[in-house]
């Protein structure tokens, strides 16, 4: 192997594939600039963002190939990791995401508390560093431990947590919620946001987490309460 410099290097790499690599960042640039029409902002944005990026790349890195200068070929690099690592997740960061909930009981006692548990996981190779899940809980529930958010939807809360997942994890919370008030009630649904390791773009999806839960009053026996045969009422 013979040993060269940087700026050789650089000058043999620009004659071997710096017409490919202008024709494929070209291409992709445009495939990008096919969402600006959508009506959906986010995929309009993504666009944007990632074919300005796609074109600041490949100018940076005829740049550096010009004037020799390896500083700027990493920044190019940089640049275009960052164009393309949204896309990435944005497109297959929900595929594979499964959303479950496991509830043992339906019915329960006033003033007790039911376990319910939320299962994510992650059936896939691409890792998921920015988990958001938002589940919806009835306001009559008391979460132990932890405090609730408002709902746009009457009678609702919103319970927002956090969390990453690697490839092929699962990873199962669980909550204890106190019975303060009879009714029937649903626990769910769940929604899930998904957002790419540089925090641009932010994919979301609704999954039937819905679970059914049943509070009976209070029971207790006449005979604590000490009334006499004569007076029941």
Known sequence: ??????????????HAIGGSLAVAAGA??????????????????LGVIAGLGMIIALLL????????YALIFICALLLLGIA???????????SGLVVSREQPVSRAS???????????????????????????????????????????????????????LWAYQ?????????AIQRGAYTLGPTL?????????LTREMTFDTERALLVHPLVAPLDRFGLSPRALF
């Open 1 to 14: 192997l013979e040993r060269v410099g940087v700026p050789q290097a650089l000058q043999r790499a620009s």
């Open 28 to 45: 992709i640039a445009l495939g990008f600039f096919a969402f600006l029409p959508t009506s959906y902002i986010g995929v309009s944005e």
């Open 61 to 68: 890195i005829l740049t550096s190939i010009l004037t020799q």
């Open 84 to 94: 393309i690592v949204p896309e990435l997740w944005y497109r297959f960061g929900m």
């Open 110 to 164: 006033f003033g007790s508390v039911v376990v319910t548990s939320l299962e994510l996981e992650n059936r896939k190779l691409l890792p998921l560093p920015m988990v958001e899940t938002i589940d919806e809980l009835p306001e009559q529930l008391t979460v132990l431990g932890l405090r609730l958010g408002l709902s746009t939807r009457p009678g609702s809360a919103l319970l927002e947590r956090g969390l990453r």
């Open 170 to 178: 699962r990873v199962r919370r669980r909550y204890y919620l106190r």
């Open 192 to 200: 899930a946001r998904v957002t790419d390791p540089f925090g641009i």
